[in-house]
């Protein structure tokens, strides 16, 4: 078998990101605000908060953008190297994440060093899911 292009690698980096990274986005929301009363977090939630099911849709549909601005972050690092490291992935999560905070009217704005962190989570899912795939190669370390 042909050993993949890292351009081929750089694509489907891109398409990981803009497409499980809202997924993973939004079942991070729904699992925290649904476990919340029952770990009794509810004094650390916003208050207004929408029901779990309301807040992952509006987080996968929000998730987009900062999921596009991470991948203009790695696909060159992918294309570079084949592959991406952990501290990249999270790095660029974090950063699409606040740019998009930045520049879009994002509604609880009191959590947003917990939902970076979020950020962070989910693009550490996209890249561990990209290399159980086998479409990033594996770091030697």
């Given amino acids: 078998m042909d050993e993949i292009s890292n351009w081929s690698r750089a694509l489907w980096t891109g398409l990981g990101l803009m497409l499980v990274g809202p997924f993973l986005a939004g079942l991070g929301i729904m699992t925290a605000v649904g476990l919340a009363p029952i770990l009794q977090l509810e004094p ?79 693009a550490l899912g996209v890249r561990y899911s990209l290399l159980a795939g086998g479409i990033l190669k594996p770091q030697v370390e």
């Fill in 44 to 122: 650390l939630m916003p208050v207004g908060l929408p029901n779990a099911g309301i807040a992952a849709v509006f987080a996968f549909v929000w998730a987009a953008i900062p999921c596009a601005i991470a991948a203009l972050v790695l696909v060159p690092i992918v294309v570079r190297n084949g592959t991406m490291g952990a501290l990249w992935a999270a790095a660029a999560g974090v950063l699409g994440f606040f740019i998009a905070a930045i520049f879009t009217e994002m509604p609880f704005r009191e959590q947003l060093p917990a939902l970076a962190f979020l950020a962070a989570l989910v």
